[in-house]
């Protein structure tokens, strides 16, 4: 059971990506799942979150305004189009479910399964 996330790559700042992360392996209901990057000698961060029930979503304040985090049902896929990026926004960026869902806080501590990462480079 995985998540598998790909889309990844080089762009310059400003530019646009959109990586998508397939949940299709995982069989089991989870509340919530979202994107956590991490550069090297950090933690990973939660920057977006969506509740799979209906979707609502949650954004860390760096990125709201320039992430959107939406999905495919269909497709078992949810997909974080990440518009205006910054040489910051540099990091390797992974999905993972999580076990809960907060308006103030994203999707806490209680994470699930995780996918392999897709490196994202922000740099002119």
């Known amino acids: 059971l995985q998540l598998v996330e790909s889309g990844g790559g080089f762009v310059q700042p400003g530019g646009p990506l959109r990586p998508p992360c397939d949940a299709s392996g995982i069989t089991l209901d989870f509340p919530a799942i979202g994107w956590f990057p991490q550069v090297p000698g950090n933690d990973r961060e939660d920057v977006a979150c969506?509740?799979?029930?209906?979707?609502?979503?949650w954004y860390t304040g760096s990125v709201k305004g320039r992430f959107t985090m939406s999905r495919d049902a269909a497709k078992l896929t949810v997909y974080l189009l990440m518009n205006d990026l910054k040489p910051e926004d540099t990091a390797e960026y992974y999905c993972?479910?999580?076990?809960?869902?907060?308006?103030?806080?994203?999707?806490?501590?209680?994470?699930?399964?995780w996918g392999q990462g897709t490196q994202v480079t922000v740099s002119s």
């Open positions: 969506l509740r799979t029930k209906d979707g609502a979503t």
């Open positions: 993972a479910t999580a076990e809960e869902y907060s308006s103030s806080i994203g999707c806490g501590d209680e994470l699930g399964y």
